[in-house]
């Protein structure tokens, strides 16, 4: 569904995105803040003679009822396996470049998905899965096919019905703690992927909605990490959405807002590879 179309694989897209605006902007990766020293926890004072033992923690929810909470939800999951597939449209922004655009994102079950970010002055950011090729076509290295785990990676996240996290998707998933992610209290899950490598996501222990994730994907220039944070859900038919999407990447924050969702009414053709990646594929 949509809320992990935007929260997952827009990962390829926005470094994509990310690379042309640092060569736009003559930045350089390089120029990165430093991070200050961490202090070295002190050890634990004893407790006073006859002090109370504090309770047993409580026990974590398995990961499997956090994440049938989120879906319960966003609407549940008849009403995800409703739909067919979906249209986003919405606006970006460049954290710290006064880059602004807008963004595109279609998908369709079982798993094709189509990114396209267009940023005025810089250009076009395009990138697809048809359910068997994966491409990106971006201004600062033109068109550009798929191989291997970035292949791999961009079937894994075009999975139309991801959000139900079905039992052929991960070898493992674990509640990890209770924690603070993005200033509310959240469940921290681990979810091992079968292909290999490992998810973070966060739900918030409140609403049961997901906050966010950490996660890897392979791209044009290896392995990239994002921590991304979703909020602002709505309504859109019978599914609650997020509106907003903030991601970190690079140390360039990018600003997704979404406004409008629509289902249903996608046509096979949009996932079709554009010319020149057809030329590309062997």
């Known amino acids: 569904m949509p809320s992990v179309t935007l929260s997952r694989a827009g990962v390829a897209t926005l470094t994509a995105v990310v690379l042309v605006v640092t060569f736009a902007s003559g930045r350089t990766l390089a120029q990165t803040p430093q991070v200050p020293a961490v202090p070295k926890p002190q050890a634990p004072r004893p407790a006073p003679p006859g002090a109370a033992v504090s309770a047993k923690p409580t026990a974590l929810p398995s990961a499997r009822s956090i994440i049938d909470r989120h879906v319960n939800a966003i609407g549940g999951r008849e009403a995800i396996l409703a739909h ?7 606006t970006i922004s460049m954290g710290g470049t006064g880059m602004t655009g807008t963004v595109e994102i279609y998908a369709a079950k079982p798993d094709k998905s189509l990114y396209k970010i267009s940023l005025g ?9 048809d359910g068997t090729h994966g491409w990106t076509i971006q201004p600062l290295t033109g068109p550009m096919v798929s191989e291997g785990k970035e292949l791999a ?13 079905g039992d052929g998707r ?3 998933m674990k509640t990890l703690e209770k924690t603070t992610f993005d200033g509310r209290p959240c469940y921290k899950v681990s979810l091992t992927r079968k292909e290999g490598g490992e998810d973070i996501e966060y739900y918030d222990v409140e609403t049961g909605l997901r906050a966010g994730a950490v996660i890897t994907r392979e791209s044009p220039m290896g392995a990239v990490t994002g921590t991304q944070v979703l909020s602002d859900y709505k309504k859109f038919g019978n599914i609650l959405l997020p509106t907003t ?3 970190t990447l690079m140390n360039v924050e990018q600003v997704v807002k979404v406004t409008s969702y629509e289902f249903d009414n996608v046509t ?6 554009p010319a020149q990646i057809k030329a590309l594929i062997k």
Request: hydrophobic fraction near 25%; glycine fraction near 10%.
């Open 245 to 247: 999407m903030k991601q």
């Open 268 to 273: 096979p053709s949009t996932f079709e590879p």
């Open 84 to 90: 067919t597939s979906t249209h986003a449209t919405g």
């Open 121 to 129: 002055g810089i250009g076009d950011v395009i990138e697809g899965f």
């Open 153 to 165: 990676d961009k079937k894994f996240d075009s999975d139309y019905y991801s959000d139900l996290h």
């Open 170 to 172: 991960f070898l493992s």
